[in-house]
């Protein structure tokens, strides 16, 4: 079992950053690949980006340029560095953690708010 742990979420004005942090625990494994995920109310979960053990990153559209995510293997801690925030931005973020055998785990999500 892993478990995920966020923070770092919170309310922010309109081109302001954030950096959320993900902090991992358990039967943690050295290949994988970890990412965040957003859901905002009625919509579907999207992906905001993804980084492997290899530190080979993956963004939606939505976010690169405004959007960097890293790890720090030695601590088991992904973070996501969130700059010029907007509205549409506002969201839970979920951080996932994928093995190398395909198993998927959740943290249990922080809220980001941008207010305009």
Do not use: H
Request: charge should be positive.
């Amino acid at each position: 079992q892993v478990q995920l742990v966020e923070s770092g979420g919170g309310l922010v004005q309109a081109g302001g950053s954030l950096r959320l942090s993900c902090a991992a625990s358990g039967s943690v494994d050295s290949i994988n690949t970890m990412g965040w995920y957003r859901q905002a109310p009625g919509k579907q979960r999207e992906l905001v980006a993804t980084i492997t053990s290899g530190d080979i990153t993956n963004y939606a559209d939505s976010v690169k340029g405004r959007f960097t995510i890293s790890r720090d293997n030695a601590k088991n801690t992904m973070y996501l560095q969130m700059n010029s925030l907007k509205p549409e931005d506002t969201a839970v973020y979920y951080c996932n953690r994928r093995t190398f055998w395909g198993r998927d785990y959740w943290g249990q999500g922080t809220q980001v708010t941008v207010s305009s």
